[in-house]
């Protein structure tokens, strides 16, 4: 299973991105996905999860209400629109892969065994 993540980029204060994470070389349909962020010195967190059905979905807090996370299995891709960005946003974006086909918990780390290469987010105030 790979994982390709894009669309990363420099933005001012209260800009756009949209983050996609294309999957190969496995069955998509299968996997819970999500999204985490690390900034520098600190631990990578989950900031948006969703499951294989999309049934379930989890945003961390602090991005609630501007963060959407997305699938379209028929394109093996997850996405992550981000609207009115923030400085604090600025950070490492990965997309993970649950495969182990079981009901995980979305924002866990541990429960992902596959992670894209990581995609540089930075808003500028």
């Known amino acids: 299973v790979q994982l390709q993540a894009s669309g990363g980029g420099s933005v001012r204060a209260g800009g756009s991105l949209t983050l996609s994470c294309e999957v190969s070389g496995g069955t998509f349909r299968r996997y819970a996905m999500a999204w985490f962020r690390q900034?520098?010195?600190?631990?990578?967190?989950?900031?948006?999860?969703?499951?294989?059905?999309?049934?379930?979905?989890?945003?961390?807090?602090?991005?609630?209400?501007?963060f959407t996370i997305s699938r379209a299995n028929l394109k093996n891709t997850v996405y992550l629109q981000m609207n009115n960005l923030k400085p604090e946003d600025t950070a490492?974006?990965?997309?993970?892969?649950?495969?182990?086909?079981?009901?995980?918990?979305?924002?866990?780390?541990?429960?992902?065994?596959?992670?894209?290469?990581?995609?540089?987010?930075?808003?500028?105030?």
Do not use: F, H, M, N
Not at 39 to 66: F, H, L, M, Q
């Open 92 to 125: 490492v974006y990965y997309c993970a892969a649950d495969t182990r086909d079981v009901v995980g918990r979305l924002s866990v780390l541990e429960e992902y065994d596959y992670w894209g290469q990581g995609t540089l987010v930075t808003v500028s105030s």
């Open 39 to 66: 900034a520098p010195g600190t631990e990578r967190e989950c900031v948006a999860a969703i499951s294989w059905s999309g049934g379930r979905i989890y945003y961390a807090d602090s991005v609630k209400g501007r």
